[in-house]
């Protein structure tokens, strides 16, 4: 059975850093992303990587600010945040699947999803 778990969500100020992690269990996977969700609106790509991390991708509001990688013999994978906004405040969750995509769709396994809040 495939499970992803997130972790590393909080309460955090304007302009600090958390770090995200997922474990994924049952199997491994091509690509691992992260997606977010504000309170009202729709679920939004933040970043994405590859098997072998060569290839990452983010959304332009994250740029320059969010790093995503892996550990594959954790089967986990990361998502480094740092300068962050309060524009930044979602629900983030980890993602599945063996396309390197920004669409929702084509991700076949999420997690429960970890709270960020940023404060003003």
């Known amino acids: 059975q495939v499970q992803l778990v997130e972790s590393g969500g909080g309460l955090v100020q304007a302009g600090g850093s958390l770090r995200l992690s997922c474990a994924a269990s049952g199997r491994t996977f091509y690509t691992m992303g992260w997606f977010r969700q504000a309170t009202g609106k729709e679920r939004e790509f933040a970043a994405a990587?590859?098997?072998?991390?060569?290839?990452?991708d983010y959304v332009d509001s994250v740029k320059g600010r969010f790093t995503i990688s892996r550990d594959n013999a954790k089967n986990t994978v990361y998502l480094q945040m740092n300068s962050l906004k309060p524009e930044d405040t979602a629900v983030y969750y980890c993602?599945?699947?063996?396309?390197?995509?920004?669409?929702?769709?084509?991700?076949?396994?999420w997690g429960q999803g970890t709270q960020v809040t940023v404060s003003s």
């Open positions: 990587i590859n098997w072998s991390g060569t290839y990452t």
């Open positions: 993602a599945a699947g063996g396309t390197m995509t920004r669409q929702v769709g084509q991700y076949n396994y």
